[in-house]
């Protein structure tokens, strides 16, 4: 069986510049991988690639092998990928109900699993996009994708500016949506430590290039090279 997601001998940029030199990546159906690296190594515009808002040079993109470099971005969202931007995409001036029911797909998502997932959401049904909080309309952001059913779920920095308590619910809506319905997802994250906790992958980005790729349970542990990627401590 092909992997979910293949990504081989990438080259993409912006325009003319070239950002992503050469990235091979691969990924199986229900693996989350934490996508890591500094500001500015690349992370946003890998996920971009994928869903097809930067200009590819070279290399290929598989889903569940289907071939997707050539394909616009709604006909690679129609095969599969779902995606949260890092700027929170949802309908300010709908309800939460609506802006799930807007957009859903037929598949095992439904607005109610959402409201399981996230139970925060089903308090809030009623509420307008833009009366949530912060992490209220990350959450959101995420049930949005989710309904779409999607196969591979592309998350860039869904914890970002969250408070603490908020990073964590979501975080755990995150790995149950993955833990249980064998979706693959890749986060891009700042909080390596949280991150590494709930994926099987990890890959670290460092100019434009993969610098690591292994187990998650592996990286996590290994003080060294995320001291030497990332500057962090675990
Ligand atoms: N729209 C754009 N046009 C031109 N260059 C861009 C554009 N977006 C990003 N870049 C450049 O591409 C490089 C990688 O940026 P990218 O946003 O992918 O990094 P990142 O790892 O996601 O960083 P961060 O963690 O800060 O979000 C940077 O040098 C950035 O200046």
Same mark, same amino acid.
């Given at each position: 069986? =092909?992997?979910?997601l293949?990504?081989? &001998?990438? /080259?993409?940029?912006?325009a003319? @510049?070239?950002? *992503? ?15 890591? #690296?500094?500001n #500015? ?10 869903? &097809?808002?930067?200009r590819? /040079?070279? #290399? @290929? ?8 470099e ?7 969202? +129609? !095969?599969?990928? &779902?995606?949260?931007p890092?700027e ?5 001036s *709908? ?6 029911? %807007?957009?859903?797909? =037929?598949?095992?998502w ?11 959401l %089903?308090?809030?049904? #009623? ?5 949530? @909080? ?8 995420i049930?949005? %994708? ?16 969250? %408070? ?9 809506? $995150? ?8 979706? @693959? ?9 949280? $991150? ?5 992958? !990890?890959?670290? *980005?460092?100019? &434009? ?9 592996? *990286? +996590? ?14």
């Amino acid at each position: 069986m =092909p992997d979910m997601l293949n990504i081989e &001998g990438l /080259h993409a940029g912006y325009a003319d @510049s070239i950002v *992503l030199n050469d990235v091979s990546l691969s990924l199986d159906q229900g693996e989350t991988l934490a996508l890591l #690296g500094r500001n #500015g190594t690349g992370k946003t515009t890998l996920i971009n690639t994928v869903v &097809g808002v930067t200009r590819r /040079h070279k #290399g @290929s993109i598989q889903l569940g092998g289907q071939p997707l470099e050539h394909l616009a971005p709604h006909v690679r969202a +129609r !095969a599969g990928i &779902g995606w949260v931007p890092q700027e929170r995409n949802i309908f300010r001036s *709908l309800t939460v109900h609506e802006n799930l029911t %807007a957009v859903a797909r =037929p598949g095992s998502w439904t607005p109610a699993k959402v409201y399981d997932t996230f139970p925060r959401l %089903a308090e809030r049904k #009623g509420n307008m996009g833009a009366q949530l @909080s912060g992490g209220e309309q990350q959450m959101l952001a995420i049930g949005r %994708a989710l309904v779409l059913n999607p196969r591979l779920l592309l998350l860039d920095e869904p914890t970002e500016g969250l %408070a603490p308590i908020l990073v964590e619910e979501v975080l755990r809506g $995150i790995e149950n949506v993955t833990k249980n319905e064998g979706l @693959s997802v890749i986060i891009v994250e700042q909080h390596p430590q949280l $991150i590494l906790a709930i994926s099987q992958r !990890a890959v670290i *980005l460092d100019r &434009g290039t993969v610098v690591h790729q292994g187990p998650a349970h592996e *990286l +996590r542990h290994d003080q060294a090279l995320l001291n030497r990627w990332l500057g962090v401590s675990v």
